[in-house]
């Protein structure tokens, strides 16, 4: 039911490319709606019974298909948008500009069953259908998004206006009471005159013209003010209009060139491991030469985009590297509003609340989660300055997407037995080269290396310790990279996610794991590290569950 769902809000985007379908629903619509209209045509001469008996099945197949259809944009409304969720956003749908004319054009004909009405109301709701034909129209949203756009300068044109013809209707009531005191016996009839002008006095309510020079001079600049009355906002919509082609345009091409991106992060073999890998990053020069883009086509495409990000890889280097900026691009999968979301029904769950931040380290916890058949979860969208982490915060409510974030995170660890592992990296930016290459974290204050203590966020401590003692101990006979506990890092906050679990049905054993920019980005072997984890994990937390890798592992196409 929320798949058929999903594929309704898709036919109701409003949008004709989408192919949900082949769209033959839309066109069906579309085609319903022009049948309708010419009946209501066809209907105004004088015709046959038998035609008359046709013109009323089509107005019944009409508004059967119609009340369907628009009962269920109602219910699929909290998939076009979040805003529309639950009863009060199904009536804030229903007030939107289409969902009224959806409404009036169609549960109206049923009201006559109970309360009679005109004949002539009954034909103009009908005709109203025909507005609904707009939303399909690309010309009539690209004119919404010109006068959108310029609605603040038409406000102050029409407030320089309004203000000057009531400073000129009282000048005009000055003179004009003089030479004739019976027809300007108020400024209410000066100002009445002035603004009947603009529309052409149809009621002949203002049929009251001056006869003093003065007041003709002024009648002069009311006529030259009402030819701005027009010109000014035509002139402004038609900016507008261009500019909205301009930006549709523009948007068309970063459309385009988002494909080129995804293109240029083509699976790679990763010879160590025999998997076939995203790569973490490219360089702005490597996807110039590559897809024959210019620097500003691929700035655009990535402010365009929801799954690309700029990053500066200079950071994942220590001051003492003495790192040199260097600009690329990295790619990131996005199925939340907050990032990443993969449950495959593990009890482990690999956690990355930094990849927003930190360059890079989302691919690497994305390729450990996938080779381990672990649960994943990873913050890959918000703003970088002010950052917000999710790795410690007071409150769940101090970022927008936070207690989604934290909803689902409890999901996939409220299993009986389950273990997270939150990955974060060290030693780059202001931090210095350690001794070490992983850090281990079990919730206690740096340097405090012993496997106990108060307020740890793992329970099952002796399991861990074997956990941590066997994968360190590999670690080092295959990569001779070496290991500590809560040496160089402490996890000791009580802002720490990890304890919010403490008020929740969350996970109670929680290993935090920070790698050496080195180890997880720089090193050829990063993919065989992630997989030495992952076999640990398996072995220590997961071992009685048969587990075969993937075999998207072996696909070779481009993007995640």
């Known amino acids: 039911m929320q798949k058929f769902k999903k594929n309704l809000a898709r036919i109701f985007d409003n949008d004709l490319r989408t192919k949900q379908w082949e769209n033959y629903p839309d066109y069906a619509i579309i085609g319903l709606i022009v049948l309708s209209t010419l009946s209501v045509f066809?209907?105004?001469?004088?015709?046959?019974?038998?035609?008359?008996?046709?013109?009323?099945?089509?107005?019944?197949?009409?508004?059967?298909?119609?009340?369907?259809?628009?009962?269920l944009r109602i219910w699929a409304a909290d998939e076009l948008d979040e805003k529309y969720k639950g009863f009060w956003g199904r009536i804030r749908y229903c007030f939107t500009f289409y969902g009224l004319i959806d409404i009036l054009s169609t549960y109206t004909f049923y009201v006559q069953m109970f309360i009679p009405l005109p004949y002539s109301v009954l034909k103009a709701l009908r005709v109203l259908r025909l507005l609904r034909v707009?939303?399909?129209?690309?010309?009539?949203?690209?004119?919404?998004?010109?006068?959108?756009?310029?609605?603040?300068?038409?406000?102050?044109?029409?407030?320089?206006?309004?203000?000057?013809?009531?400073?000129?209707?009282?000048?005009?009531?000055?003179?004009?009471?003089?030479?004739?005191?019976?027809?300007?016996?108020?400024?209410?009839?000066?100002?009445?005159?002035?603004?009947?002008?603009?529309?052409?006095?149809?009621?002949?309510?203002?049929?009251?013209?001056?006869?003093?020079?003065?007041?003709?001079?002024?009648?002069?600049?009311?006529?030259?003010?009402?030819?701005?009355?027009?010109?000014?906002?035509?002139?402004?919509?038609?900016?507008?209009?261009?500019?909205?082609?301009?930006?549709?345009?523009?948007n068309d091409k970063n459309q385009k060139n988002i494909l080129k991106l995804q293109i240029a992060f083509e699976r790679k073999l990763d010879r160590p491991t025999g998997f076939m890998i995203i790569p973490q990053h490219l360089s702005i020069c490597d996807i110039q030469?590559?897809?024959?883009?210019?620097?500003?086509?691929?700035?655009?495409?990535?402010?365009?985009?929801?799954?690309?990000?700029?990053?500066?890889?200079?950071?994942?280097?220590?001051?003492?590297?003495?790192?040199?900026?260097?600009l690329a691009v990295e790619h990131f999968i996005v199925n939340r509003p907050y990032g990443c979301y993969i449950d495959r029904g593990s009890k482990i769950t690999i956690v990355s609340p930094s990849s927003l931040a930190d360059p890079c380290i989302g691919?690497?916890?994305?390729?450990?989660?996938?080779?381990?058949?672990?649960?994943?979860?990873?913050?890959?969208?918000?703003?970088?300055?002010?950052?917000?982490?999710?790795?410690?915060?007071?409150?769940?409510?101090?970022?927008?997407?936070?207690?989604?974030?934290?909803?689902?995170?409890?999901?996939?660890?409220?299993?009986?037995?389950?273990?997270?592992?939150?990955?974060?990296?060290?030693?780059?930016?202001?931090?210095?080269?350690?001794?070490?290459?992983?850090?281990?974290?079990?919730?206690?204050?740096?340097?405090?290396?012993?496997?106990?203590?108060?307020?740890?966020?793992?329970?099952?401590?002796?399991?861990?310790?074997?956990?941590?003692?066997?994968?360190?101990?590999?670690?080092?006979?295959?990569?001779?990279?070496?290991?500590?506990?809560?040496?160089?890092?402490?996890?000791?906050?009580?802002?720490?996610?990890?304890?919010?679990?403490?008020?929740?049905?969350?996970?109670?054993n929680n290993i935090i794991l920070r790698i050496a920019w080195s180890a997880c980005l720089w090193d050829m072997r990063r993919i065989a590290i992630a997989k030495t984890i992952a076999d640990a994990l398996n072995h220590h937390f997961e071992s009685d569950v048969e587990k075969v890798y993937t075999p998207e592992l072996k696909e070779k196409k481009s993007g995640y």
């Not at 209410?188 to 603004?195: D, E, L, Q, R, T």
């Not at 703003?383 to 989604?404: G, K, Q």
């Open 134 to 250: 707009f939303r399909y129209m690309h010309s009539f949203r690209l004119l919404q998004t010109a006068i959108s756009s310029k609605a603040k300068e038409m406000w102050v044109s029409f407030q320089f206006l309004a203000i000057v013809t009531l400073m000129l209707s009282f000048v005009l009531f000055f003179y004009e009471h003089n030479a004739q005191p019976d027809v300007y016996d108020n400024g209410f009839k000066s100002v009445i005159w002035a603004f009947a002008q603009y529309i052409g006095d149809p009621g002949n309510f203002a049929d009251t013209p001056p006869i003093t020079f003065v007041g003709r001079l002024i009648a002069c600049v009311i006529g030259l003010l009402g030819i701005a009355l027009f010109a000014v906002p035509a002139g402004l919509i038609g900016s507008g209009f261009s500019e909205a082609m301009e930006n549709e345009k523009q």
């Open 42 to 71: 066809i209907s105004t001469f004088n015709v046959g019974p038998l035609c008359e008996k046709v013109l009323s099945v089509i107005d019944i197949v009409t508004v059967i298909t119609f009340t369907i259809e628009v009962t």
């Open 289 to 326: 030469a590559r897809m024959g883009l210019k620097a500003d086509d691929i700035m655009d495409a990535v402010e365009e985009s929801n799954n690309f990000r700029l990053i500066n890889l200079a950071v994942t280097q220590t001051i003492d590297e003495h790192p040199m900026d260097k």
């Open 363 to 508: 691919n690497f916890s994305y390729y450990l989660a996938m080779i381990g058949g672990f649960n994943y979860i990873s913050r890959e969208i918000g703003e970088i300055r002010p950052y917000r982490s999710y790795y410690t915060f007071a409150d769940v409510n101090h970022e927008e997407n936070l207690p989604l974030y934290m909803e689902d995170l409890e999901r996939l660890t409220s299993r009986d037995g389950s273990w997270t592992l939150t990955t974060l990296v060290a030693s780059g930016a202001n931090e210095p080269v350690y001794p070490t290459i992983f850090h281990f974290t079990a919730g206690g204050e740096k340097g405090d290396e012993r496997f106990e203590g108060d307020n740890l966020v793992i329970e099952d401590m002796p399991a861990y310790r074997d956990f941590y003692e066997d994968l360190t101990a590999e670690l080092k006979d295959k990569f001779e990279m070496e290991s500590d506990h809560q040496r160089y890092h402490t996890a000791a906050t009580k802002n720490l996610f990890a304890r919010k679990f403490q008020e929740g049905k969350g996970c109670r």
